[in-house]
């Protein structure tokens, strides 16, 4: 079974990792290596995450099935499919247009109904659907957006690499209690580029 070794605790998440199809996330010259524990090219100098980061981003986040959930960077769409098996519903934002479409065709093409996809700059969050019990943020910014913060649901976990670009950053998890936010380092990860808009 693909990524049954992976070193996760989470057994719901790699149950949900060996199901998913990987290889449709990918552009077909690099198919064959859809099952291999690497990061792969999605086209517009954009990555589909290392199998194991996503699994461990997800693990971090401690999904539950009635949880609502925003995806900054929904790239191939692969790391949004994990989340919608999990929660209840995904919102996923993406900046580069074609990659949302392709990911959106991808999703619906494989039957999950409960992502609302957009195309913007992730920065700003999605408001009208906030709070949200978890957010991930699959590029890497070098502080934690605001509005993200402000988002996040009393009690929601938050996952994101935070560092300079081009260069290894921190995974952090960050928790909301009441107005507090507690900050746990969670190891050296290395993301594309949190990108803004306009
Ligand atoms: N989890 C994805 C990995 C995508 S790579 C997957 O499994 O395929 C990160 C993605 O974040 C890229 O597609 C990039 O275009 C996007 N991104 C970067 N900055 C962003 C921003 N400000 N708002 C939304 N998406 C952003």
């Known amino acids: ?3 049954a070794d992976l070193e996760l605790t989470d ?3 790699k149950a949900v990792l060996c199901k998913i199809p990987r290889d449709q996330f990918v552009p077909e010259e690099y198919r064959s290596y859809a099952y291999e524990n690497i990061p792969l090219p999605i086209g517009y100098g954009q990555t589909i995450s290392q199998p194991y980061i996503g699994g461990l981003m997800t693990e971090l986040l401690s999904l539950k099935p009635t949880d609502r959930v925003l995806e900054i ?4 769409g692969y790391q949004t499919a994990v989340l919608a098996e999990l929660a209840a519903q995904v919102y996923t934002i993406e900046t580069i247009e074609p990659l949302a479409k392709s990911a959106q065709e991808i999703l619906t ?3 999950y109904d409960n992502i609302s996809f957009r195309v913007a700059d992730g920065y700003f ?9 978890a957010i991930l ?3 890497a910014a070098e502080e934690v957006p605001p509005p993200l913060k402000k988002q996040l649901a ?7 690499p935070i560092g300079a670009p081009g260069k290894t950053q921190t995974l952090w998890r ?7 936010f507690i900050e746990e380092n969670k190891g050296l990860v290395r993301f594309v580029p949190f990108t803004r808009r306009g």
């Open 1 to 3: 079974m693909p990524f």
């Open 11 to 13: 057994q719901r998440v």
């Open 73 to 76: 960077g929904t790239g191939s």
């Open 109 to 111: 093409r494989l039957g």
């Open 125 to 133: 969050g999605w408001e009208e659907a906030s709070p949200f019990d």
């Open 137 to 139: 943020i699959a590029a």
């Open 154 to 160: 009393n009690g929601g976990r938050m996952v994101l």
């Open 174 to 180: 960050i928790i909301k209690q009441n107005d507090r």
